[in-house]
């Protein structure tokens, strides 16, 4: 993929995002979420199932979704002429304000990864200056914009389908408490393309230090995700890795184009978690990724009925709003519910 062409502050943005390679392990099964098992008899057994992998690991795969591979296919086309045009044209289209085209930089406090990126509002009403010149400058914007539009109404969907599994399967009344804050006008809901280009041979070198041990360039650091739901889809290249739940075990996600992946929030209970992504040798790896978030002013807390008896919150309450801002203002691999902890 073209566009994309090393210049010398690259070479400073490698040693940064090298890190050594070691701690990840792959062996490990990652759970599956049939979405056309749910719609049958054997529902409840996969809301058992989603509910424990939330409680567990915190990410998961559907299969089975319903999502048009043609739809999937088409946005990534899309995305790749819009990544293959020249940084110049890109950048008309950025900085981030946090929406719109950035590149090497994440969020406004100094991170930065191997990747570059377009970052959408889902809602028509709040398209940045910036994102909307997206649409513009790429030579046939109107079908990038439709592509976009078309895929984040199907992901949304399928964000809503797991949220009302867990709903009744948490025994949350009624069971679209969780989906109506995505299907709600005004949920801030964010949508995510990342491209991470193959590291150019030359600065491969770089990467290895003297010891001989290997290293990795680190695409997007280590980070949890602050909305209610993510669904990510990328092409066939790897590089995602996810944490386990001791903090400190890494393993790789074997690449599915054909799947999505999860991940979700709450009081401790279920697990928001960790990952991050290493940008292939010699593959470019694009992804997809909807981000459900709720109405700015939702309220944070747990749900009635949820609690035990005598069991206490963990955090104060907070908006969506508060804890975004807050979210605006801490590096990627902060601890973000920290802030929000009762003392
Ligand atoms: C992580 C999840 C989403 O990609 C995102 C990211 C956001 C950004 O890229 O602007 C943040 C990051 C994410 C959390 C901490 C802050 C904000 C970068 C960053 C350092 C769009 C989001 O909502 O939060």
Redesign the pocket.
């Given at each position: 993929m073209g566009g994309w062409v090393p210049t010398l502050d690259h070479y400073t943005l490698i040693k940064e995002c090298a890190v050594p390679v070691g701690t990840a392990s792959s062996n490990i099964e990652i759970p599956v979420v049939d979405l056309a098992a749910a719609a049958g008899e054997s529902r409840e057994e996969v809301r058992r199932t989603l509910v424990r992998t939330c409680e567990d690991l915190g990410f998961f795969k559907v299969v089975n979704h319903g999502v048009a591979t043609e739809l999937m296919g088409r946005l990534e086309a899309e995305a790749k002429s819009f990544f293959e045009l020249p940084l110049a044209e890109k950048e008309k289209s950025g900085p981030?304000d946090?929406l719109g085209y950035g590149s090497k930089m994440?969020?406004?406090?100094g991170?930065v990864g191997w990747v570059e990126y377009l970052?959408l509002h889902t809602r028509p009403d709040v398209i940045s200056l910036n994102s909307l010149a997206a649409f513009r400058i790429i030579p046939d914007g109107q079908s990038f914009r439709a592509a976009v539009d078309e895929y984040v109404r199907a992901v949304k969907g399928v964000a809503c389908e797991v949220l009302e599994l867990m709903a009744e399967e948490l025994r949350i009344e009624p069971r679209d408490a969780l989906s109506s804050m995505l299907r709600d006008d005004k949920s801030d809901s964010?949508f995510?393309l990342n491209h991470y280009p193959p590291s150019p041979p030359q600065l491969q070198l770089q990467l290895q230090p003297p010891s001989g041990s290997r290293s990795q360039l680190l695409g997007f650091g280590e980070?949890t995700?602050?909305?209610l739901i993510?669904v990510l889809r990328s092409n066939d290249t790897s590089g995602l890795q996810v944490c386990l739940q001791d903090g400190a075990t890494w393993f790789s996600v074997p690449p599915d184009p054909s799947s999505f992946f999860i991940n979700v929030l709450t009081n401790g209970r279920f697990r928001s978690v960790k990952h991050r992504v290493f940008a292939d040798p010699t593959r470019s790896r694009v992804s997809m990724?909807y981000?459900g978030g709720p109405p700015l002013s939702q309220r944070i807390a747990p749900m009635e009925g949820l609690m035990e008896e005598g069991e206490e919150t963990l955090y104060k309450d907070f908006t969506w709003s508060e804890y975004?801002k807050s979210?605006?203002n801490?590096?990627?691999g902060?601890c973000?519910l920290a802030l929000f902890e009762k003392s």
């Amino acid at each position: 993929m073209g566009g994309w062409v090393p210049t010398l502050d690259h070479y400073t943005l490698i040693k940064e995002c090298a890190v050594p390679v070691g701690t990840a392990s792959s062996n490990i099964e990652i759970p599956v979420v049939d979405l056309a098992a749910a719609a049958g008899e054997s529902r409840e057994e996969v809301r058992r199932t989603l509910v424990r992998t939330c409680e567990d690991l915190g990410f998961f795969k559907v299969v089975n979704h319903g999502v048009a591979t043609e739809l999937m296919g088409r946005l990534e086309a899309e995305a790749k002429s819009f990544f293959e045009l020249p940084l110049a044209e890109k950048e008309k289209s950025g900085p981030p304000d946090p929406l719109g085209y950035g590149s090497k930089m994440i969020g406004p406090n100094g991170d930065v990864g191997w990747v570059e990126y377009l970052l959408l509002h889902t809602r028509p009403d709040v398209i940045s200056l910036n994102s909307l010149a997206a649409f513009r400058i790429i030579p046939d914007g109107q079908s990038f914009r439709a592509a976009v539009d078309e895929y984040v109404r199907a992901v949304k969907g399928v964000a809503c389908e797991v949220l009302e599994l867990m709903a009744e399967e948490l025994r949350i009344e009624p069971r679209d408490a969780l989906s109506s804050m995505l299907r709600d006008d005004k949920s801030d809901s964010l949508f995510r393309l990342n491209h991470y280009p193959p590291s150019p041979p030359q600065l491969q070198l770089q990467l290895q230090p003297p010891s001989g041990s290997r290293s990795q360039l680190l695409g997007f650091g280590e980070h949890t995700d602050p909305q209610l739901i993510s669904v990510l889809r990328s092409n066939d290249t790897s590089g995602l890795q996810v944490c386990l739940q001791d903090g400190a075990t890494w393993f790789s996600v074997p690449p599915d184009p054909s799947s999505f992946f999860i991940n979700v929030l709450t009081n401790g209970r279920f697990r928001s978690v960790k990952h991050r992504v290493f940008a292939d040798p010699t593959r470019s790896r694009v992804s997809m990724i909807y981000f459900g978030g709720p109405p700015l002013s939702q309220r944070i807390a747990p749900m009635e009925g949820l609690m035990e008896e005598g069991e206490e919150t963990l955090y104060k309450d907070f908006t969506w709003s508060e804890y975004k801002k807050s979210a605006y203002n801490s590096r990627l691999g902060d601890c973000r519910l920290a802030l929000f902890e009762k003392s």
